[in-house]
C-alpha cells in the first residue's frame, strides 16, 4: 500500500491536485524543488568546509551522505515552500 499523497503550502486561490495530471504536476514541482535544495546545501557544506578538511578517499563520500541527508531533513521538513509556487506556475501554463 502507498502512502497517501501529501501536498505541501500553496499560493492564495490555488486548489490543491486533484486529477493524476495535476498530482504528476506536482510531483514535478518537489522534485524540482528538491534538486535546487540538494544544490543549496551541497554549496552551504562545501562553504563550511572550506579549509583544513581532507577530502580524499572516503570522507568524500561520507561527506556527499551528510549533505544527502541534511537534504532529506529539510524535504521532509516542508522543503523551502516553492513547490507550491512551482506547481501554480506549471498549472498555469498547462491551462
Known amino acids: 500500500m502507498s502512502a497517501p499523497f501529501q501536498v505541501g503550502p500553496l499560493p492564495p486561490g490555488v486548489q490543491a491536485p486533484k486529477t493524476?495530471?495535476?498530482?504528476?504536476?506536482?510531483?514535478?514541482?518537489l522534485?524540482?524543488?528538491g534538486v535546487f535544495t540538494q544544490h543549496l546545501v551541497d554549496q552551504m557544506m562545501k562553504s563550511?568546509?572550506?579549509g583544513g578538511e581532507d577530502q580524499s578517499g572516503g570522507m568524500g563520500i561520507y561527506n556527499d551522505m551528510i549533505d544527502r541527508q541534511m537534504?532529506?531533513?529539510?524535504?521532509s521538513?516542508?522543503?523551502?515552500g516553492l513547490a507550491g509556487s512551482i506547481y501554480a506556475s506549471m498549472k498555469e501554463r498547462a491551462s
Open 77 to 80: 521538513g516542508g522543503g523551502l
Open 31 to 33: 522534485d524540482f524543488e
Open 20 to 29: 493524476d495530471q495535476e498530482r504528476a504536476l506536482y510531483k514535478q514541482a
Open 71 to 75: 537534504n532529506d531533513a529539510l524535504e
Open 48 to 50: 563550511a568546509r572550506a
